[in-house]
């Protein structure tokens, strides 16, 4: 028996498979030949593993694109091509779109399912070499209002809390966290510790009672977008109660008068009405707090999907600067992670604004290093923070962006307002898509497809939402003639002229490069490789040169000390806006969306595995029986859901757990496995300003039953 350990490939916890081949079987399909089971020696998973990560396989050899397909226009079939005939094209159209338009027409659009070495090679091309910051991945979906949270508040983007904490905390908060289905190892690590000491608290805000929810010491169904006054209501009963740690406060903080005399301004009476809950309810989350020693805070999409987003993730940070709840073991805020790999690139820039090593494009200093180390002249690198893809889709709309390059991800299912991201997309005078599944609706909109290898098929590393990097290594052999993200566009590079940037021979030489350019940063891997990854296991950053396995430090400010350019932490006075869109009359209801167990995403691998498509076949539009009655509508029947955008047609499930006056609907199915269902044809672009994530969680709709 053969087995080889390597990491899950859909969400941010990052649990350990280990995947074992059967030399006995005979069979040519994988699911055959090899099995996955938990990982007993990864100390982030423990040996467990959820639906997803246990039914895998199923998905390797299945749907999956073989060869490189090219067609002059979308109303045309596509042709199989050779690689030789798709990278001359690629290159081909990079000449003539930079000469023709400048690199500002180019773009590309990533993912948290690339291996941190995908990542960092797409900087080096797209930022480095062709002088554009027109990379961004879905993690503007996901996590970009954690990385400007953190950020502003703390110095630096980086969870400075561990899943050990989530054994060690007295009380817990999940906030617009769904973990007991979205993130569920990790849930099941803190319901575990809670079961051997009860007197741990659990507090979860959500407007959904959810199976997160139902565990819960202290539920607080709060109306969509009144997360802040939430946190600020709970700030000004602590500072009334005298509940603060006035000397981490003088001695490690910024701005507090200023947080003082805007708190002032949400007395509970106040705020209750507008988040939807009593007094005594907003007093009891208050008391929660005060009285634990070590309190945990753990969010997810429900505060980053927001035109506030980073506003809500700083509200919430606020709450542990006040009490001190940060950098010891059991206490502070800890964003979970959407996706796999999402950590592994914030660390390697991928995102518009960010470069390699937590860096940014707007500072001098930092281009500078980045020009010097990648061998480029002064200047190469654009002082302008690039497109989000957001502005992607609006840059084809005006004809600015002419070329578009999109890899592993589905953007025509997770994109908001997706019939103007279709008519967006219709309109791109040219668009790769690199991808291992065929087919997928971005597919439908694309001119060049480039088959990628998946997680089994390559070699690297990942790093999960508590900074454990993971070394992932390649089980079989590539499907068809599938090629790593890495090496294509390394490829693409060394065609340009841009040899000397592109040296490398293996995946290992991409990682070594990488490492050593986040030498002294607070993401520091310099002492890290794929031989010690192998070798010694997953290990958490900060790992500097020199650095010893499980040596390394679990949490981040431990002294108090933090990177900002005075060593104190930021408190952030700040209103809440409320909604992008809040419900009127045309629209009473509010729609929010969000995931299931047995799904992740927009179902490019769970769509294909029968298990999976048992357990949720269809979607559906959860309504609470009070809006059921009023509507006429019963569990089962058949109802049009219609936003200023578009429409979608569900199944009604009838359930306590939505609020009155919201509704939810699952967000995982586009029109390959539900045409007429797609819930982003409800959703609006409206943004963050800060962390530019759209408000996916919230929108205005309204609902007609069939035959009304």
Known sequence: MKSVKTLCPYCGVGCGLEVVHNPSETSGAIVDNWKVRGDRTHPSSQGMVCVKGATIIESIDRGRLLYPMFRESLDQPFRRISWEEALGRIVGEIQRVRADYGADSICMYGSGQFLTEDYYTAQKLIKGCLGTNNFDANSRLCMSSAVSGYKLSLGSDGPPACYEDLELTDCAFFVGSNAAECHPIVFNR????????????????????????????LHLGITPGSDVDLFHAIAYLLIQWGQLNRDFIKNHTNNFAEYVALIQQYPPEDVAPRCGISVAQIEQAARYWADSQRVLSLWSMGLNQSSEGTAKVQSLINLHLLTGQIGKPGAGPFSLTGQPNAMGGREAGGLAHLLPGYRSVTSAQDRSDLEQFWGLPPGQISPQVG??????????????????????????????????????????????????????????????????????????????????????????TPAGEAREDWAVFAEVGRRLGYEAQFPFTSVADVYAEFAQLTAGRVCDVSGLSHEILAQSGPQQWPFPQGSEPTSTAKRLYLDDHFPTANGRANFAPVHPRGLAEPPDLDYPFVLTTGRLYGHWHTQTRTGRIPKIQQMHPEPFLEVHPRDGQKLGVSEGEWVRVESRRGACRLQVKVTKAIAPGTVFVPMHWGSLWAQGAEVNNLTHPAACPISQQPELKACGVKIIVEGN
């Open 387 to 476: 497109r989000s893809v957001w502005e992607m889709i609006t840059g084809l709309e005006e004809g600015s962006v002419q070329l578009l390059w999109i890899a592993a991800t589905n953007p025509l299912v997770s994109l908001p307002d997706l019939e103007r991201t279709r008519q967006a997309l219709a309109k791109s005078p040219f668009t790769i898509y690199q991808e291992a599944y065929y087919p997928t609706e971005t597919a439908d909109y694309a001119h060049l497809l480039l088959p990628a290898t998946q997680w089994s098929e390559k070699t690297g590393v990942m790093t999960n939402s508590e900074r454990r990097v993971t070394y992932c290594q390649a089980f079989h």
């Open 190 to 217: 803190f319901l575990k510790y809670r079961k051997r000491n009860p007197q741990v608290k659990l507090v979860v805000i959500d407007p959904r009672q959810t199976p997160t929810a139902e565990t819960a010491d």
